[in-house]
């Protein structure tokens, strides 16, 4: 499943599936490309050929440059005393880009960037040249935004088994997932009482045969349950 989410949103804005054996760079092909848009993706979805359309259309892209890139060092920029200290090197670089019997070259920008919490370096390579080196490295921490949606549905919704084993199938119990996953997070955005995402997933599977008023329940649970218990209207068992 690869998914597209808005920086300042936590459900998916368009999902598409694929199989196993498909190479994820064919999902760069159906973004939407324009001057106002900054997209931000794993190494995996490298593709050279795309993020030549990506700066043909001045579109910004940040992602992880492979280990074994070929590219040409054009320039290596002074890191300003101002930057943060993680950023190692800030350099222009040079790559070639074939399409068919045609080759063509490219410039690109790659940051090494040392992360003092994870201790450990990485390169990112972006189209974005008048941005701070240490604001690439930000930019690219906010991908882990969309790893936090895939680990919040395999933790509350059944994905870890499938009711079919036809593709259909499991396209349906996805988005069924999805479509709870949503409804649940409006739901957390209306209460003005705090609930954890878990816990009021937990809640509402408990509940889901129990005839009450949903938000007005959560907002004040033990005044609700009381009202609750006194008209419930059912015989006791002794």
């Known amino acids: ?16 599936f694929t199989s196993a054996a498909t190479n994820d760079h064919i999902l760069l092909s159906k973004l939407e490309l324009s001057p106002d848009k900054i997209y931000v993706f794993d190494k995996g979805y490298n593709d050279y050929q ?3 359309k990506f700066t043909d259309t001045k579109t910004g892209f ?18 300003d005393e101002r ?39 990485f390169e990112f390579l972006t189209n974005l040249f008048d941005f701070r080196a240490d604001m690439i490295a930000a930019l690219y921490k906010i991908r882990w935004q969309i790893e936090l949606l895939f680990k919040q549905l395999k933790q509350n919704f059944p994905l870890k088994y499938f009711l079919g084993d036809n593709e259909n199938a499991i396209k349906i119990q996805i988005y069924c997932a999805l479509i709870a996953n949503l409804l649940m997070t409006v739901v957390q ?7 954890s995402f878990s816990n009021l997933v937990c809640f509402c599977r ?33």
Do not use: C
């Open 1 to 16: 499943m690869h998914t597209i989410i808005n920086v300042d949103e936590t459900v998916p804005k368009v999902v598409w």
């Open 62 to 79: 940040v992602t992880r440059i492979k280990d074994n890139a070929a590219y040409k060092i054009l320039k290596v920029s002074e890191i």
């Open 50 to 52: 795309a993020f030549k």
């Open 83 to 121: 930057i943060h200290s993680g950023v190692i090197e800030d350099t222009i670089i040079e790559i070639t880009v074939k399409q068919g019997n045609n080759e063509e070259k490219l410039k690109l920008r790659k940051v090494r960037f040392y992360d003092r919490i994870l201790k450990r370096e």
């Open 189 to 195: 955005k209306r209460l003005k009482r705090r609930w």
């Open 206 to 238: 408990i509940h889901l045969f129990n005839y009450i008023h949903l938000l007005r329940f959560l907002e004040n649970p033990e005044r609700d349950w009381l009202k609750y218990e006194n008209n419930i209207g059912q015989l006791t068992l002794f």
